[in-house]
């Protein structure tokens, strides 16, 4: 065997063993934008609650509540997709847009839950502005990526 046909063999190994850490990388950097929204959603959430900002569970705010809600979620929707972006290992943009389509993906799980669920729940407009809001919330959190 030739060293050339050597160095093939070694780098195609190496490359192998590149492919799993890589993609448990872009597993791990999509997971972290995904915890970020939802540690700050939630978190946030229990705030408002607990100031009394929002009413107590189960009773029904008002719509101005729910544009807050609907702008601090926007806020960490684009964070999470700066986050997936920036623990991208390669492709930034495509962690952000795949941490959005998450977004699609569970907002329209909770639209049809929630859909004829009650009032308390809140407007029809808001679970339909979550899913419409989150792929472009996504695009820009990894735009700012890239730009920083």
Same mark, same amino acid.
């Given at each position: 065997?030739? *060293?050339?046909?050597?160095?093939? +063999?070694?780098?195609? *190994? &190496? ?6 850490? !890589?993609?448990?990388?872009?597993? *791990?950097?999509?997971?972290?934008? %995904? ?10 959430? /229990?705030?408002?609650?607990?100031? $009394? ?5 189960? !009773?029904?705010? /008002? ?5 807050? /809600? ?5 806020? =960490? /929707?684009?964070? *999470?997709? =700066?986050? &997936? @972006? +920036?623990? &991208? ?6 962690? @952000? #847009? %795949?941490?959005?389509?998450?977004? %699609? ?10 859909? $004829? ?14 899913? %419409?809001?989150? #792929? ?7 735009? #700012?990526?890239? +730009?920083?």
């Amino acid at each position: 065997m030739s *060293g050339t046909e050597s160095e093939m +063999r070694t780098q195609s *190994g &190496a490359g192998e063993t590149q492919r799993p850490r !890589r993609a448990l990388r872009s597993i *791990g950097a999509v997971l972290g934008g %995904v915890v970020v929204v939802v540690v700050l959603s939630v978190g946030t959430d /229990a705030v408002m609650h607990a100031t $009394n900002v929002f009413p107590p569970s189960g !009773r029904r705010m /008002a719509d101005g509540l729910f544009v807050l /809600a609907t702008a601090y979620r926007s806020i =960490y /929707a684009i964070a *999470g997709g =700066y986050i &997936a @972006a +920036r623990l &991208a290992p390669a492709r930034p943009m495509k962690h @952000a #847009l %795949v941490l959005g389509f998450i977004g %699609v993906l569970l907002g329209t799980a909770g639209l049809l839950a929630t859909w $004829n669920a009650g009032p308390e729940l809140g407007p029809r407009w808001y679970p339909i502005a979550l899913v %419409v809001t989150a #792929l472009p919330c996504g695009w820009l959190g990894g735009k #700012l990526a890239r +730009r920083s």
